[in-house]
């Protein structure tokens, strides 16, 4: 067997070790922002595919986050996420094709692509620490911190924390098993906790079939759509794209196959990330991109070789082409805290990279990226709407009351100076349409040309009325 490709247990295991990242936002960007399930599905698999064929080696597939966690916390529209994907790659495609990109890299001292790697992991770190401890942003929406297990405590102790911890100890005691690789026994674990003690959220609909993907499902974006791209999505998102997908992972990629990755030059990898995105923008999937923390936590649970994309693309090539939309449902079987749990590793991976920094003066400098970096500060984070545009403008954090108005949002939500919700009716936001009932909860979310396939039911259960609002929409924390 060549060793560029490998199909084994270690390399299965590693194939799955990036799910934490890319399933959260994915699941987030269908629901919130209508995001084709099958278009997204098919785009995440053929990346994963044709990078490993062409690279020859382990590469990462991920949502580009900045537009990604933008995007679902302001709810913004599925042809305005297409236009920010055709930005991306057309800019990726410029500096890759010009060759601009080589001189960036080269211009970026080492220490700052350490300080980059190591920001990454500790980002990487906190999620799956909410994820486990039940406080991200998704599972305040859902109102619990596991929202699809129908058990959600053992006792005084959340479920949440217990799997957690159980997947935690299960990756330290098979975190070097080459029989019984860690990152396979915890991911299918997880899905038989969801098998057993699952809510089954839309298995009575699942019904396999041929979905291919359609082109423009949401029509081509317009001229207003590409403007607020532009300035709200693609600008913000091209320093982490430069630094992390880029740069970081193509000198990791070097650091950790040598020879092997000749092919992943600063060039080829903004190329390929342009193709993907016009692959994606064309049928309706989420931005993707490359990153270090992607090809740490693979490598962290055993991919060695290409054979892992070609694993995991498949997987998800299956799931868009004969499941679909239903293929949420076999997602949904995955519990939060295993996620949690493969983040939490992946992160440490990353970040142990500082270790190879060996003068005190550039240990100094990674730590100062560490400590800028707009990601780990709330308050530099982007702020989130509630359905609809209200006159209020946009909410402050939670908590703080200053310079809120009374308002009536195009749906006829009426908000107090309190930002508490008063009154709730049926209301429409972006080409999605939203039911509440009279405590302020989204009773469901229909969104159009699919509305069977991604509605849901999501309930702020156990929240204050005056944080209601901010539950209802918070998906990303």
């Not at 209508?34 to 062409?54: N, R």
């Not at 019984?180 to 038989?192: E, H, T």
């Not at 090809?295 to 995991?312: E, K, P, Q």
């Not at 009932?437 to 009325?465: K, Q």
Request: charged letters at 10%.
């Amino acid at each position: 067997m060549s060793t560029r490709y490998r199909f084994n247990r270690l390399e299965l295991a590693g194939s799955l070790g990036d799910i934490g990242t890319l399933l959260p936002l994915a699941v987030g960007m269908i629901l919130v922002n209508g995001l084709s399930p099958s278009g997204l599905f098919f785009t995440v698999g053929l990346f994963y595919i044709l990078s490993g064929i062409y690279y020859g080696v382990t590469v990462p597939i991920q949502p580009m986050k900045v537009i990604g966690a933008y995007a679902v916390a302001t709810a913004m529209s599925a042809p305005q996420i297409q236009a920010s994907g055709f930005l991306m790659g057309l800019f990726l495609l410029v500096i890759g094709a010009s060759g601009a990109i080589t001189l960036i890299g080269r211009l970026i001292p080492g220490p700052v692509v350490r300080g980059v790697q190591l920001s990454t992991g500790t980002l990487l770190m906190a999620q799956g620490v909410r994820f486990i401890a039940g406080t991200s942003g998704f599972q305040a929406l859902q109102g619990a911190a596991e929202p699809y297990l129908t058990i959600q405590n053992l006792g005084p102790l959340p479920v949440g924390v217990l799997i957690g911890v159980a997947g935690g100890l299960l990756t330290l005691l098979f975190l070097e098993n080459r029989r019984f690789p860690a990152g396979l026994l915890v991911v299918v674990s997880g899905f038989m906790v969801g098998l057993f003690f699952g809510t089954h959220e839309g298995f009575e609909q699942i019904t396999l079939g041929l979905n291919l993907p359609a082109i423009f499902p949401f029509g081509v974006p317009g001229v207003q759509d590409f403007t607020f791209a532009l300035l709200a999505l693609a600008l913000p998102q091209v320093p982490m794209t430069l630094g992390n997908a880029v740069i970081a992972y193509a000198d990791l990629s070097g650091e950790y196959f040598g020879e092997d990755s000749q092919k992943v030059t600063y060039r080829a990898s903004c190329i390929t990330m342009a193709l993907a995105n016009f692959t994606a923008a064309l049928l309706g999937g989420m931005p993707l991109c490359h990153g270090a923390g992607g090809l740490a936590a693979h490598y962290r649970f055993g991919a060695r070789t290409a054979g892992s994309n070609l694993m995991i693309g498949a997987i998800f090539l299956l799931l868009a082409v004969f499941l679909g939309a239903h293929a949420l449902s076999l997602v949904y079987l995955i519990p939060l805290s295993v996620l949690g749990v493969l983040l939490l590793f992946a992160g440490s991976q990353l970040a142990l990279t500082i270790m190879e920094v060996g003068h005190r003066k550039d240990f100094f400098v990674a730590l100062l990226i560490l400590g800028i970096d707009p990601w780990h500060h709330p308050r530099l984070q982007p702020r989130r709407r509630v359905p609809g545009r209200h006159r209020g403008g946009l909410r402050p954090e939670v908590g703080a009351a200053e310079g809120l108005k009374r308002g009536v949002s195009q749906g006829g939500l009426r908000y107090d100076e309190l930002y508490r919700v008063t009154v709730v009716n049926e209301g429409r936001s972006h080409e999605r349409r939203y039911t509440y009932d009279a405590n302020g909860n989204i009773t469901n979310i229909l969104m159009p040309n699919h509305a069977t396939e991604t509605s849901r039911t999501s309930s702020c259960r156990n929240t204050p009325p005056e944080t209601k609002a901010s539950c209802m929409m918070t998906w990303i924390g």
